[in-house]
Structure formats: C-alpha cells, structure tokens
C-alpha cells in the first residue's frame, strides 16, 4: 500500500514503472496461485467424482499432463523474474530439480528406508522410518523392535526361499540363455531370407503382449483335460495324439524343479524378439568385406558363424544377456498369474510380494528386497565405471 | 553348386517358417477362441476351426429291433465285436459303430468320417466382457447358472488414464533434465548424472513399501495421482539417460546462436531442443507405453485400494482367478488387454526398435 501511495506522488514515468513492477509482482504471485488452485480442484475433482468414466479419464489426462507442464511454466516465470545472477543460478535447479526430486523419493532413498525396514521386526514401521517427511506414524503401527540381520537369517533358513532361488538361478540360466539363442537364430536366419520383415515382425509381436495377458495365453496352451475326453490345450492335444498322457505341464509337481521350464518358456516366447532384434542390427553392422574373406579363404557358414559373427557381435550379446539376466531377476508377473508361486515355482519376487503385501511381513519383505538389489550390483557398478570411462561428460 | 545353394535357401526357410510358427500359434489360438461359442471352447480344441476329419452320425439303430444280445459279440453293420469295443466303437474303413448308452437302453450309432470345419463364431464373449451384461445360463439339470459380466470397458479407461500421464509426465521432467545437463553448468551436475546412472537398474521392488507407506500417510492411495507418479519415478531414470545421450549430441553451434540472439534456455528449450528430439521422444514414449500398460505389479500395489481404478492387467489377472476355466471370457479379456498395444506396437515399430537401440536397462 505505501509504495502505491508514494508511486502517486512521484513523476508520471516513475509512476509507471512503479505500476508495472506492481502488475508484474501481483502476476508473479497471482499466476502459480491460480495455477496451484486449478491443479488442486481436479485432484479434488478426480478423488471425489463420480462423473462418467471417460469424462474422469479425460479430466485424468489434461489434469495431469497439463498439470506438470504449467509447474515447469510457473517455476521457470518465477526464476527469470529473479535478478540476473540468481536466475542464472537457479535455473538449472528447476530443469533439474524436479528429475532429482522424483528420483531421490522413488528410487533412492527407498534403498536406504527398505535396508533400514529389514532391520525391524513385522509389526509395522519402525521408528525414522520417513525422516525426511514431517510426520509421524500413528500409534499402534510403530515397531521399535530391532532385530538386526534376524529377518535376513529367517529369509535364508526358510525352504521357500531356498526353492526360489533355485527358481530364480533357473530362470537367468535357461531364461536368458534361451533368449539369446533363439533371438540369434532368427536374427541369422532372418538375415538370408526373404521374408525378413514379416518374419522378425511375428517374433516380435509377443513384446507388445504384457505378462498377464501372455499368462492367459500359455495357460490356454496348457490346459488339461482328464483323459479320454479331448484336450482343449494344443500342448496336451499334441501329446495325447503322440500317443502320450496329459500333464498339467506348469502345475506338474512330479517333475519339480523343472516345472518351471514351462513358465520360463512364456518369457523366452516374450523376449526372443528383443534379443533378436538387437542382434539382427549388430549382424548388418558386421563389414561385407571380413565375410567375404572369410568364404574366399573357404570357411564353411557354420565357421563364419562362430568364428567371424559371434566375436564380432560379442558386445551386443553380452549387453542383451545383462539385460535379461537384469529382466528374468524381478519377474514376478508371469508366476503370479500361472501358478501363484504353487508347485514349487515361487521366485524371489513372489516371495517379496507375498511377505511385504499378503502375509504383510514388511521386515522379512524388505530384507527379500535387499538380496534383489545385491544381485544387480555388479551389474550397477559396472555401469557406472563405463560412465566414469566416457571422458565427455 | 547350384542346387546345394537352393538346399540352402530351403533349409533357412524351412526353420524360419517353423520358428514363426511356433512364435504365432499360442496367439492365434487366444484369437480364434475369443470368438468361439463357450460351449464350443469347452469341448473341442481351437484347431477345429480348420479343415479337419470328424465323425459325423449317419444313423441311429435300435439294438433291440435288430435282436442284439449285448452279452455276446455281435455283428452289425459290417463290424463285429463284444458289447466293451462296440462301446470304444469299432472302426471299418470311413465307417464307425459306437453303442452309446448302458446295455438295456441303449443305441447303436453309425458315423462317418467327414471333412468339417467347425465355424461357430460369436461375439458373445466380447459382449460379455466389454458391457459387463450377466448372462444366465440354464444348465442341463435346469439350475440357472448367472456369470456375471466383466466390466473391461471402465478397466480400459482406468489404463488409458493411467498409461496417458505415466508416458508423458515422466519423459517431461526427463527431457528439462536432460536439457540441464547437456547445456546447463551447475554445481553437483557429473554427481547428479552418476545419481542417474546408478539408478538405472535399481530394482522396483526395493521402494514399493515405503512408497506405499508414505502414500497411505498422505491419502494418495489408490489415486491415479499415486500411479502416475510411481511410474514416473520407475521410469525416469532410464528417460534422462537416453534424452541425456539424444540431446548432448545435437549441434551446439545452433543452440548458441540462438542464444546470442536472446532466447532464454526456458524457450531454446520449448522452441527448438524439444521439437528436435522428437524422435528419441516418440521412442521412449512408446517403451513406457508399452510398459506402463503391460504393468501389472505397479499398479497392484499402488491402485489396489480402489476397485473403480483397476487397469486391464489387474481385472484381467482377477478373472484368472475367479474364472480359470471360463475361457471364453479369459480370452476375450486377454485379447481386450492387448489390443491397443498391439496397435502401438505394429503402427510404430520402427521408432520402438530405435528405443531399443538406444539402450534398454531398466530397473
């Protein structure tokens, strides 16, 4: 109010520069408050609705796309308003900030707080389980129990968790490996076909296809059907028409472990196509020319193949096996929906979830979630000592 | 030579068809049978569909009229066997006698071979599982049967709210931060960037219960707020990374110029580092698309409290539970996931390969 009073006092021009830093300052605070108070009534809107589906889900969308776009718009027009230093100062912060935000909450201070979970027993969460948010736990779900490594001895000491890491060693062994040869066979094959495109595409395809829904359709490939009567699963149809007797295949606890083969099979059939594709562009990187050498000097393709192409795509294979190996650690989805972790076919992942959500262990959970992070460690510190190689950055 | 060059050709061929083959059929036999009466999938495999063999009924015979003694073997229509192979049905060239029915009131049936195809398509299923109509089904004891309708259209909303946000928030804030670090100098930058990195195979696992947990503190759970962010945060790390490699690599002359010309970075940003980058956008949009869809165990941790919210991998993965053998809904339901990745993934395979390319370790 006093600078308005004393702008009126003052010449014209003064007068107007006083005004227009007023509107300036009045829309630097009006706009991100108009800004904050639209984005707060769609969250109200879509929490309490109950409008049609597709108008919810239309709101959903321009509510949370536009939402984080004007963030940006607002937090960048504040910056710029800054003197000349700061803004140049802070606003790398708001391009960044944001990123590093989410990342620190989402991915790494959960590494911290799960570590820190697995140290307590079950009954809730323990003390500083949130430290850098400022409240509390209700009474009642506190633990303050310390328990050390215990939950880490019960994990290992229980049989289930033994079958699952059998399990999961079973599926990086065959998963991946599976994988990586039937992606090269097509990759090769494909390469000296004429129905290259179509081809690749049909191995692809199943990418597209989630877990679940590939669930569905190897279970529909699985069914059984008491005997005599006719099979509606093709794997039974074929066996029985070969003369032999219908297995639950997935569910056939007789020839445990190796039950599990048949749920590795669903995500060999899902990744083939990306090992297959990675491969068939490290195969048309290879030079005409050593190829060409290589037939002249009479090699036959079979020695081409191991000689010339597998050493020369090595790279490619080794990046396409770690990100298998990275992919087959966590599954989770397929066993869930198969078999849910019955028959002796339950991974580390199955076992996280049932501790941390159904038997709600959150201490024995957590400590499940650690042995998952410390089987991608070599792999996180060999990336990070590829980027400390890379001397650009 | 020549001809073993065509051997060749042949057996390249020959396994490429096999593998495709192979790759396709379990599809194709979820395809099929979402179209198949339910009576119909319940009986006979999915392969019927195709030109097969089947024995048909020409004819019904009364044994008793024919003076048949089940107790000795009989001869009749040209075949001849005791009452237990007339019952397994005995076969004489494209002929086959079967007696149905126990000793005293049974028939005796004749049929012949015949090629059928068995066409019987509906769009029963996809009714059922799209508008969530209850069918009642009279069994043959006279009981009604009501299987209640799948509600997979309000499920296919929920995903393409969720899936919308989750693919274009996170590679928002991937690509302002990508832009920071490729053009920007700010004091803990290579720190950050390493912070980057080594998340990027940081399994999603380790932070499900204390997000959960700090969700349910602040009411968050169940929301589609919740999952959008949830995904964000999975997913940006590998979305800075490869914006990262894109955008540094775009020609600094023209930035600078620009920047000589007065542009803030706020609009180099908007007008030109964004518009250029298209290409490394569309194919992250389409991996996270993808994955956001696909997801199952996100969004059963993080909607699980809000049964209006469920996505399509959850109600599909409920349906496998309450409905294991009701597989005329299960594969309608399948197929209803995966027809708008399917589209995505055929329409733009081109930009989805360049994404792989560039790297494709997730955590």
């Keep these: ?393 | 030579m020549k001809k073993q060059k065509w051997f060749g050709s042949l057996l390249v061929n020959g396994a490429l068809v096999f593998l495709v083959l192979v790759w396709s059929i379990p599809t194709m036999g979820l395809f099929v049978s979402s179209f198949r009466d339910r009576f119909d999938i319940q009986t006979s495999g999915w392969w019927s569909v195709f030109p097969h063999r089947e024995w048909q009924q020409v004819a019904v015979l009364d044994p008793k009229e024919l003076g048949l003694d089940p107790n000795t073997v009989m001869q009749v229509e040209g075949v001849e066997g005791d009452f237990k192979q007339l019952r397994e049905g005995v076969e004489a060239g494209n002929k086959r006698v079967q007696w149905i029915g126990n000793k005293r009131l049974g028939r005796i049936e004749v049929q012949e071979q015949v090629w059928t195809v068995n066409w019987n398509f509906t769009l029963d299923n996809y009714k059922q599982v799209l508008l969530g109509r209850d069918t009642e089904i009279t069994k043959d004891d006279g009981s009604v049967e009501v299987i209640p309708g799948q509600d997979m259209t309000q499920a296919f909303l929920n995903s393409l709210a969720v899936s919308i946000p989750s693919t274009i928030i996170p590679i928002l804030i991937a690509a302002f931060a990508a832009y920071a670090f490729a053009w920007m100098t700010f004091p803990a930058r290579r720190l950050m960037f390493i912070i980057v990195v080594g998340l990027l195979v940081v399994p999603l696992q380790i932070a499900l219960v204390p997000i959960l947990s700090d969700y349910s503190k602040i009411g968050l759970n169940g929301t589609f707020l919740a999952i959008w962010l949830a995904h964000t945060g999975f997913g940006l790390a590998l979305a800075t990374y490869l914006l990262y490699n894109y955008i540094s690599t775009l020609p600094r002359e023209m930035l600078e110029s620009a920047f000589i010309d007065g542009a803030s970075h706020f609009t180099l940003f908007t007008r030109m580092v964004l518009p250029l980058s298209v290409p490394a956008l569309a194919s992250f949009a389409i991996f996270q698309f993808l994955w956001v869809w696909n997801d199952y165990l996100v969004a059963l941790v993080f909607l699980g409290a809000d049964p209006n919210n469920k996505v399509v991998t959850q109600r599909l993965a409920d349906m496998t539970g309450t409905f294991g053998n009701a597989w005329h809904i299960l594969t309608a339901g399948a197929f209803v996931t995966m027809i708008l990745p399917l589209a995505v993934f055929i329409g733009l395979q081109r930009y989805f390969v360049r994404g792989l390319m560039a790297g494709s370790v997730k955590g």
Excluded: C
């Design chain 1, 1 to 393: 109010m006093a600078q308005l009073d004393s702008g009126g006092e003052h010449s014209a021009s003064a007068g107007s520069r006083a005004l227009a830093w007023l509107v300036r300052l009045f829309l630097a605070i009006i706009i991100p408050l108009i800004a904050f108070v639209v984005l707060y009534w769609g969250f109200i809107f879509l929490r309490d609705s109950d409008a049609p589906k597709w108008v919810i889900t239309l709101v959903a969308i321009v509510w949370g796309v536009g939402g984080f776009a004007v963030l940006y718009w607002v937090f960048n027009g504040i910056v710029e308003k800054l003197p000349k230093p700061w803004s140049g100062r802070l606003l790398p912060f708001v391009f960044v900030g944001p990123a590093m935000a989410i990342l620190t909450w989402y991915l790494a201070l959960p590494v911290y707080r799960t570590f820190w979970l697995s140290l307590f027993a079950r009954d809730g969460y323990p003390p500083g389980f949130s430290p850098f948010l400022p409240w509390t736990w209700p009474a009642g779900i506190q633990s303050s129990e310390f328990v050390g490594l215990s939950n880490y001895v019960t994990t290992f000491t229980e049989p289930l968790f033994q079958i699952a890491i059998r399990n999961n060693i079973m599926w990086i062994v065959f998963g991946s490996t599976l994988s990586v040869v039937f992606g090269l066979l097509v990759a090769v094959l494909a390469d000296r076909s004429k129905f290259e495109r179509v081809s690749k595409s049909l191995i692809f395809l199943p990418m597209a296809i989630s877990f679940v829904g590939a669930g569905v359709i190897w279970r529909f490939m699985y069914v059984v059907r008491p005997e005599g009567t006719p099979q509606i699963g093709l794997m039974n149809a074929v066996t029985v028409a070969l003369g032999g007797t219908p297995h639950p295949w997935d569910k056939w606890v007789e020839i445990a472990p190796w039950n599990n083969l048949f749920l590795i099979i669903i995500v060999v059939w899902l990744q083939a196509g990306f090992a297959m594709v990675l491969f068939s562009a490290a195969l048309k990187g290879i030079s005409e020319e050593l190829l060409e050498a290589g037939r002249i000097d009479g090699a036959t393709e079979v020695q081409i193949f191991f000689k010339i192409m597998i050493p020369t795509i090595m790279g490619t294979i080794i990046t396409v096996w770690t990100t298998i190996v990275i992919f087959t650690l966590k599954i989770f989805d397929v066993v869930w929906v198969m078999t849910g972790g019955q028959f002796g076919t339950h991974v580390i992942a199955t076992l996280f979830y049932r501790q941390s959500f159904t038997a709600r262990n959150a201490g024995v959970g957590s400590a499940i979630a650690i042995v998952l992070l410390a089987a991608v460690i070599p792999v996180l510190i060999y990336n990070l000592r590829q980027f400390r190689e890379q001397e650009s950055f």
